[in-house]
């Protein structure tokens, strides 16, 4: 007797409803689809879900624009518009257009990610349609960044000016600015965005563990942006061999030494444990991290001793590297950054200082907005007030801690 094939145990049962071949369908041609053919791609699948058309509009670099990806379509602020607003707010956004149709504008998020929008347009909303639509976006936002690792068509439309070739070799090294799950999340911010040449940040999610660096290398060229890669390439491989973060910093300073022994780099380390709130960090030559608990900065209450930068200087030094603990409490923040913040100049030639930044923190986080979205709003608060101008890289990266409510 021949042997069953394994469908013949999964039963007969009622066959695909409508929604799951659309399903099957557009998860086909997005896979074999080239990143420019999604948007008619998509707007084929809107005319089967019973909708109109549909717009694709990518956050640019700098979180101000919404850039749809088809010709023709106007570009949307994120401050200013309909659009913008659900991609700030994380949530369905309705308006109505001139001739009686409505507009849904859905975010587009990968994992933690915000990528953008979509803005769908029909005569009418009802549950079906709406949770089309949510699918439509969530199906889109893996596509886009499964595309974006290989092509430059996003890239180039998310640009708004040329990119120095420092900045460009940097950002090849940067992972999303936004990692998490619904314990903990990172989040960062970097400008100028074209121009950047000496910071960088980094982070990654494991089941129990949430890691987050932020780097400042000596230096704006080039020879800068080789630091950095040294820094994140040593700072992934001892985090993916297990290293604790003594070892961790240890394994930099040793490939500095080796390969730039003339180049140094600052820099704070960090791990959060997920389940429990514990903070772990190092402090190589930094300034230290900033808590926020109940909308306040807490003053000094993460400061510590600071060691040496990561390099030669840490190898010549008789002092060990060590790790400092504190213990989080559920919606607590803490606030990494590089000088480049604090020292930089507003009109008039006064320096931005810790005092004025502490400020700035408080009413980004006072409004009870996601920590993306709070970053977002204190870094354009930061270049607002200096016309766009910075002297030094500006980078911030925010870490959260929201474990589940056990009540």
Not at 64 to 88: F, M
Not at 182 to 201: C, H, M, N, Q
Request: aromatic letters at 4%; glycine letters at 8%; hydrophobic letters at 40%.
């Amino acid at each position: 007797m021949g042997k069953e094939s394994p469908e013949a145990h999964l039963g007969s049962g009622p066959g695909p409803g409508p929604g799951e071949c659309l399903l099957e369908g557009f998860l086909a041609e997005a896979h074999a689809a080239a990143p420019m053919d999604l948007p008619a791609l998509v707007n084929r699948c809107a005319t089967a879900i019973g909708t109109e058309h549909v717009v694709v509009c990518l956050v640019d670099l700098q979180q101000r624009h919404l850039v749809p990806l088809t010709d023709g379509q106007p570009i949307l602020g994120v401050d200013s518009s309909t659009a913008g607003l659900a991609y700030r707010a994380l949530a369905l956004r309705i308006e109505e257009s001139g001739d009686g149709r409505l507009i849904a504008w859905l975010p587009m998020v990968d994992g933690a990610e915000r990528l953008g929008v979509i803005g769908v347009r029909t005569t009418s909303l009802d549950a079906t349609r709406l949770r089309r639509c949510r699918m439509l976006a969530s199906v889109l936002a893996m596509a886009i960044t499964s595309k974006r690792s290989y092509s430059d068509s996003f890239a180039r439309l998310t640009r708004t000016e040329l990119m120095e070739l420092p900045a460009e070799m940097l950002r090849a090294f940067l992972p999303p600015r936004t990692v998490g799950n619904a314990r903990a999340l990172s989040t960062a911010v970097l400008e100028p965005a074209y121009k950047i040449g000496g910071d960088a940040f980094d982070h990654s999610l494991t089941q129990s563990t949430l890691h987050a660096e932020i780097f400042d290398a000596m230096g704006h060229d080039l020879a800068s942006g080789l630091t950095i890669a040294v820094v994140t390439a040593g700072c992934r491989n001892a985090r993916r061999s297990g290293a604790d973060l003594p070892e961790l910093v240890g394994t930099i300073d040793r490939a500095l030494a080796q390969w730039l022994p003339d180049k140094y780099c600052t820099g704070v380390v960090t791990q959060l444990d997920v389940a429990d709130g514990t903070f772990r960090w190092c402090n190589c030559g930094h300034p230290p991290p900033l808590l926020i608990r109940d909308q306040r900065v807490l003053d000094k209450a993460l400061e510590r001793p600071a060691q040496p930068p990561m390099g030669l200087p840490a190898l010549l030094s008789d002092t060990p590297r060590e790790a400092y603990e504190a213990e989080l409490r559920p919606g607590d923040r803490v606030l990494l950054y590089t000088d480049g913040v604090t020292e930089a100049r507003m009109e008039g030639g006064a320096e931005f200082g810790l005092g004025r930044f502490t400020d700035t923190i408080i009413r980004a986080t006072a409004a009870g907005e996601p920590a993306p979205e709070a970053l977002r709003l204190l870094i354009h608060s930061l270049l607002d007030r200096q016309s766009d101008r910075l002297r030094d890289d500006a980078t911030m990266l925010l870490v959260e801690w929201r474990p589940p409510c056990t009540e």
